[in-house]
């Protein structure tokens, strides 16, 4: 997002970002569907911005809804799992990581908000006490899906797996750049 202040083409934010197009792509899509970012089509191009108004109580009741759908599917897959560790016990099945996948990236989008809300409170688009609210709901949120993945299985080998997982996957809050 530190990259579309100005309007930028999706060529021309793929080269300052230089990561798979694909995937830059299906960000922006999900920027875009969020409201963190607007578009504007000139001839055959897609151009991006940031948008910096805060999000109304309404559309952040909205995302909450959808974050909230999405985390009771992955907790009815993480229910079917059979089971979490492959049979020869080294290393997680791949239902299991097709899950956490889905589950870690449920998690990079809640904290992509939460910094979203960070930099709207610093920047006094939003309240501080407002900011604070929605980010306690994102962290209660967050907290729900992480602890029902780590209490599928309590045997300490699953556990360390599934930790090594999100370690090895997270992305922390001070990587989204605003």
């Not at 990259?3 to 920027?31: F, P, R, V, Y």
């Not at 599917?73 to 899950?99: F, P, Y």
């Not at 967050?142 to 080998?157: L, R, Y």
């Not at 599934?162 to 989204?176: D, G, L, R, V």
Request: proline share 1%; hydrophobic share 35%; glycine share 4%.
């Amino acid at each position: 997002m530190k990259e579309t202040s100005n309007w930028i083409s999706t060529n021309d934010l793929h080269k300052k970002i230089g990561t798979d197009k694909a995937q830059m792509i299906e960000s922006c899509k999900a920027l875009l569907a969020m409201g963190y970012l607007k578009t504007n089509p000139k001839q055959n191009k897609l151009f991006y911005r940031k948008e910096d108004k805060a999000q109304s109580e309404f559309d952040f009741t909205m995302l909450m809804d959808a974050f909230e759908m999405n985390q009771k599917t992955e907790l009815h897959n993480l229910s079917q799992l059979s089971g979490i560790m492959r049979n020869d016990g080294k290393g997680l099945r791949q239902k299991c990581l097709d899950v956490l996948e889905h589950v870690n990236e449920e998690v990079r989008r809640a904290n992509m908000v939460k910094a979203k809300l960070d930099y709207q409170k610093k920047s006094s688009l939003i309240s501080s006490s407002v900011a604070d609210e929605r980010i306690k709901k994102l962290d209660t949120y967050i907290e729900k899906i992480m602890n029902a993945v780590t209490g599928k299985n309590k045997d300490d080998v699953t556990i360390k797996a599934i930790h090594t997982y999100f370690k090895q996957h997270a992305i922390k809050s001070e990587e989204f750049k605003i």
